[in-house]
């Protein structure tokens, strides 16, 4: 069984220029995450999908990034325009449903350096 | 207030011997689920091994099994026969059903060296 893929894995841009990130999950998962892990750091979530749908996006800094799970499939995590803080691990992570129970798994991550 | 917390210091585990890492959570949930994810260099974060807390029985998988105390809180990971790739971070995360709104809440981390 396929994991869940991310690209690129690596991406290294200019404060105030753009980027977006792609995640197609492990196939049949309804649940959609996407985190930010800060070096030396657990990974914090920003949003969750469950199918299309949002569930919850409160830790998502509104006025700079954005998600969106087209089709209830892949899903794309934009940031614009980035800021030096903005530099961390991006990972996408899926699951069955989005029950306490259900696993996450992770997918590679994108290493985000903001120059 | 944290809601995992992962104490430990970085450590030195020599090839072939047993670890162990210490997880303490907080929570008066009485639903909820314990994980262990393993984080080498490369970034992914790779599930290991996972506890409900309706569980009667501690979890195990392969080489990894986890010490769940219940009434002390504790989730504690022990990994038998360590190799070299065992060498990562290791990440100890729970889940409410009723608090901490849905979410994975992750400790900080164990990094783990294993030396030949």
């Known amino acids: 069984e396929a994991g869940v893929a991310q690209s690129p894995r690596y991406k290294i841009i200019e404060k105030r220029q753009s980027v977006a990130f792609w995640c197609n999950p492990i196939?049949?998962?309804?649940?959609l995450y996407w985190y930010q892990q800060i070096l030396g750091q657990g990974p914090k979530l920003l949003i969750q999908?469950?199918?299309?749908?949002?569930?919850?996006d409160s830790q998502l800094p509104k006025d700079r990034f954005s998600a969106e799970r087209l089709k209830g499939v892949d899903s794309t995590l934009k940031i614009q325009p980035a800021k030096l803080e903005d530099s961390a691990v991006y990972l996408c992570?899926?699951?069955?449903?989005?029950?306490?129970?259900?696993?996450?798994?992770f997918g590679p991550g994108t290493r985000l350096t903001v120059l | 207030a944290q809601k995992i917390t992962q104490t430990q210091p970085g450590m030195f585990v020599q090839e072939k011997e047993a670890v162990t890492l210490d997880c303490t959570y907080d929570?008066?949930?009485?639903?909820?689920?314990l994980f262990w994810y393993k984080q080498p260099s490369s970034g992914e974060m790779i599930f290991l091994i996972y506890?409900?807390?309706?569980?009667?029985q501690n979890a195990t998988e392969g080489r990894y099994s986890l010490n769940f105390q219940k009434a002390r809180k504790s989730a504690n990971l022990v990994i038998s026969a360590s190799q070299l790739g065992d060498s990562a971070m290791y990440f100890c995360?729970?889940?409410?059903?009723?608090?901490?709104?849905?979410?994975?809440?992750f400790g900080k981390g164990n990094q783990v060296v294993v030396i030949p």
């Open positions: 995360a729970m889940r409410e059903r009723l608090y901490g709104n849905n979410r994975l809440a």
């Open positions: 196939s049949g998962h309804a649940t």
């Open positions: 929570t008066s949930d009485p639903s909820y689920g």
């Open positions: 992570a899926s699951s069955l449903g989005p029950d306490w129970s259900d696993t996450q798994y």
């Open positions: 506890q409900g807390s309706y569980d009667q």
């Open positions: 999908f469950q199918n299309n749908g949002v569930v919850d």
